[in-house]
């Protein structure tokens, strides 16, 4: 079964620039579709960015322009590049892991990793 564990999360200063990773286990890049999400205190979860196998992204509306998805298949890791951090972005971020991407990417996952926090003061 597919294994997901996020690390890189910090506490930080607005306008500041983080880098999430996700170290995959158990994963066939061939299958799956590959999220990060995040979560804050009272809120639902939200998609953040996606990409998939053939290295097509998807972005929530919010993360267009600051954040940026990215995949080294070498290294079974997954990143999120955070840039041009906002009190708002301060929240719980997953990794997360599903068969197809598509315009539904964002409405969930199979498989999720524990999660990082990530903290933006002002």
């Known amino acids: 079964q597919l294994q997901l564990v996020e690390s890189g999360g910090a506490s930080v200063q607005a306008g500041g620039s983080l880098r999430l990773s996700c170290a995959l286990s158990r994963y066939d890049d061939s299958r799956y579709c590959l999220a990060w999400y995040r979560q804050a205190s009272g809120k639902e979860r939200e998609g953040v960015a996606a990409?998939?196998?053939?290295?097509?992204?998807w972005y929530g509306d919010s993360f267009q322009g600051r954040f940026t998805i990215s995949h080294d298949s070498a290294k079974s890791t997954l990143y999120l590049q955070m840039d041009t951090l906002k009190p708002e972005d301060t929240a719980m971020y997953y990794c997360?892991?599903?068969?197809?991407?598509?315009?539904?990417?964002?409405?969930?996952?199979?498989?999720w990793g524990q999660g990082t926090q990530v903290t933006v003061s002002s």
């Open positions: 997360a892991a599903r068969s197809i991407c598509g315009d539904s990417w964002s409405n969930g996952a199979d498989y």
């Open positions: 990409i998939d196998s053939y290295g097509g992204t």
